[in-house]
């Protein structure tokens, strides 16, 4: 069964830290890739999306994700974590000609000030 | 600005009662989806629908059942509530595959409803 996994569950930083949060997922076909953020009270959103193209994607709020096809994993960057940045952050994957979408176990991602 | 709402943000209910969460998108949107979202588990979808009066099951449907008998809104149904059945449920939007594809595949969520059932 297709599965995503997320292997860091919780994890913190101070600011300025720099992020990199894992995301492999276990399909050979074609993918499109996901990274979702829940901020503390607040709706699910997209933080950026991969579906063809440049491997090297650009989110918003400085976020970069990059999906390497031979690893099977679309990992999320930030150069310099903020406070504001604490959240959940969800990797999800869309297998060509599904609706389904698969989603990770989720990170929680706490800045210390 | 695209909206997705959700009927309530609490609810507490007993076993055995039967729930009725609602969901309701004004972006036009062909797909919707009702996920449970627990600690450790992520996101599993429930059910999901492609057009009106359509669904599909998706990984978790046993003890749930939708219907959506207009465009924008889509209901998940618990016929008799359990205790396993406390979560968070949240609902999504999504345009059909094929059209706009700047916005393309992007899910949006409404606020989600947490359920206790007692």
């Known amino acids: 069964a297709q599965s995503v996994s997320q292997h860091n569950h919780h994890v913190i930083l101070s600011e300025a830290a720099s992020l990199e949060l894992g995301c492999n997922y276990s399909?050979?076909?074609?993918?499109?890739l996901f990274w979702y953020v829940q901020y503390p009270g607040q709706h699910l959103q997209l933080l950026l999306k991969?579906?063809?193209?440049?491997?090297l994607v650009k989110g918003i709020k400085g976020f970069e994700a990059e999906f390497i096809k031979s690893k099977f994993s679309f990992n999320l960057r930030k150069p310099s974590v903020q406070w504001s940045d604490t959240a959940e952050y969800f990797c999800?994957?869309?297998?060509?000609?599904?609706?389904?979408?698969?989603f990770g176990t989720g990170t929680r991602l706490k800045v210390l000030a | 600005d695209v909206k997705v709402t959700q009927s309530s943000r609490y609810l507490v209910k007993r076993t055995g009662e039967k729930v009725f969460l609602e969901c309701v998108q004004d972006?036009?949107?062909?797909?919707m989806f009702w996920y449970r979202q627990d600690p450790g588990l992520g996101l599993r979808l429930i059910y999901f629908s492609y057009d009106v009066k359509m669904k599909e099951k998706g990984d978790i449907p046993e003890g749930y059942s939708v219907s959506r008998e207009k465009k924008e809104r889509f209901s998940l149904i618990l016929e008799s509530a359990s205790t396993n059945q406390t979560s968070m449920y949240l609902c999504?939007?999504?345009?059909?595959?094929?059209?706009?594809?700047?916005?393309?595949?992007?899910?949006?969520f409404g606020p989600g409803t947490r359920l206790t059932v007692l």
């Open positions: 399909y050979g076909g074609t993918v499109n």
């Open positions: 972006m036009d949107h062909e797909n």
């Open positions: 991969y579906f063809s193209g440049d491997p």
């Open positions: 999800a994957v869309r297998t060509s000609g599904t609706y389904k979408y698969i």
């Open positions: 999504a939007s999504s345009l059909a595959q094929g059209r706009l594809a700047g916005l393309l595949d992007t899910q949006y």
